[in-house]
């Protein structure tokens, strides 16, 4: 070996070292960041290709028949009917009235001598009875409209006001084929409330107001949940609103108010099997009030046109898928409206001036809406033939002048066989007489003592 090269090699300095951490560490950061890079990047990718295939499968109708529909926002709720309720609370009144109920048997003779052998009387006079309801103010004058049933022989009406003002009340008219009435108050500052204008809509909120039970003015809310409901038996002129806001005893005559606080209906019957509120409550609309009101303010009655036939709905098929239907004239009147014009019994009324007649009670509706001596024209069925009449309408005679002359037939009754009361049913008037017959061998029981 060379000893030069051997001794130079020796002597050479230490130049190799080993690789630092400081320089790997960078290299493993950008590492690192370059493969979360490249991860990042593929899930969005994934993600952009279902988008797009999702788009392309609602986009393509052969692949999906039917769509639901999107509902659209609807306006926002409302939180209080604070506003409509006080609008409406001031013309809502709550009435009383009494009623002196005479005792039947005051004048019988034998119960008269039962009563005074004992040393008492027969009353001749019963406690005076009480009941409660509503009405609505509908002008400034005091004029308030209620139901005909809330002041039926009423012997004093008591109004008694939202304010806390009360006054005594006279009848102007009622009209017991539609229960309405219309009474009077002599006071000042009276707010009265107003109609809606538009047509009550299926669905829209009601208000309710009266006194049920006779607890104070009370407001309850619901909705509309049927108009034009007929064939109840409650009247004889039937197109009553339904609702489910509560309605009990003390509320007939009270108001049924939109959202805004607007008369829709004059509160009268509920459908119950326990005497409350059920969620069926009906109420006479506003074109019939403001019809009757006007009437009877006017004249003190209700003028109704009249047709001079009896009716009946007209056989329907199931079967028959067509919606002809009508009103079958059972009897004709001889020389009333209707036999002068040429209709008979046995024709098929299927509309009155162009408007479908259904059934019995849109038939009555119409004819009972036309004044005195209008015409209305009457399309009929004749034999399979269609006929076009015109007819002259009289005058509906009265419910009320009918009860009324009834009562003075009765009082000039002179038949001496005759019961002294024409409305006694003759086996009432039986049992009557058996039970007075029993009375009258107790009374000689007791003589014999």
């Known amino acids: ?4 090269f051997s001794k130079n090699f020796k002597s050479a300095p230490k130049t190799q070292r080993g690789i630092s951490a400081w320089t790997i560490f960078p290299w493993l950061i950008a590492g690192v960041l370059a493969v979360a890079l490249w991860w990042l990047f593929t899930q969005m990718q994934a993600m952009q290709a279902a988008g797009q295939n ?3 499968i609602t986009e393509t109708p052969s692949e999906q028949v039917w769509q639901p529909a999107i509902a659209e926002p609807s306006a926002p709720a409302v939180s209080s009917y604070h506003d409509a309720v006080s609008t409406a609370a001031r013309s809502v009144v709550n009435i009383y009235t009494t009623q002196t109920v005479q005792n039947p048997y005051a004048n019988d003779p034998v119960l008269r001598q039962f009563f005074e052998y004992y040393g008492q009387q027969i009353p001749e006079q019963e406690q005076g009875a009480s009941s409660l309801g509503s009405g609505v103010v509908v002008s400034k004058d005091g004029y308030i409209v209620t139901n005909a049933h809330v002041i039926d022989k009423a012997d004093e009406i008591i109004v008694a006001l939202n304010d806390g003002r009360r006054a005594h009340a006279t009848v102007i008219g009622k009209d ?6 219309v009474i009077k108050v002599e006071m000042e500052n009276l707010v009265p409330l107003a109609f809606r204008k538009s047509p009550i809509r299926v669905g829209d909120v009601a208000l309710a107001i009266g006194n049920p039970f006779g607890v104070g003015q009370t407001v309850t809310q619901g909705i509309i949940s049927a108009t034009g409901r007929t064939g109840l038996g409650v009247t004889t002129f039937e197109d009553f609103i339904q609702t489910d806001a509560a309605i009990n005893p003390g509320n007939s005559g009270g108001a049924l108010v939109d959202a805004n606080g607007a008369l829709i209906g004059i509160n009268t019957v509920i459908y119950s099997r326990s005497g409350g509120s059920m969620g069926i409550g009906f109420a006479i609309p506003t074109s019939i009030v403001e019809q009757v009101m006007n009437s009877i303010i006017a004249t003190g009655k209700v003028s109704r046109g009249w047709l001079g036939v009896q009716i009946e709905n007209a056989a329907h098929n199931p079967a028959n898928l067509s919606n002809k239907t009508g009103v079958t004239i059972a009897a004709v009147m001889s020389n009333g409206p209707a036999a002068q014009a040429g209709l008979q019994a046995g024709d098929v009324v299927t509309a009155l001036d162009g408007t479908a007649t259904n059934d019995a009670a849109t038939f009555m509706s119409i004819i009972g809406r036309k004044a005195p001596n209008s015409s209305v024209r009457a399309d009929v069925v004749r034999d399979g033939e269609t006929l076009q009449l015109d007819v002259v309408l009289g005058e509906r005679p009265s419910a009320n002048a009918n009860a009324n002359a009834q009562s003075r037939q009765g009082s000039q009754n002179t ?9 006694i049913n ?13 009375l009258e061998q107790l009374h000689r029981m007791y003589r014999e003592r």
Do not use: G, R, V
């Open 1 to 4: 070996m060379n000893t030069k």
């Open 54 to 56: 999702e788009a392309a």
């Open 176 to 181: 017991t084929e539609t229960d309405l009435a």
């Open 415 to 423: 038949n001496p066989n005759a019961s002294p009361n024409p409305h």
């Open 426 to 438: 003759p086996h009432d008037e039986t049992q009557l007489n058996y039970l007075l017959e029993q």
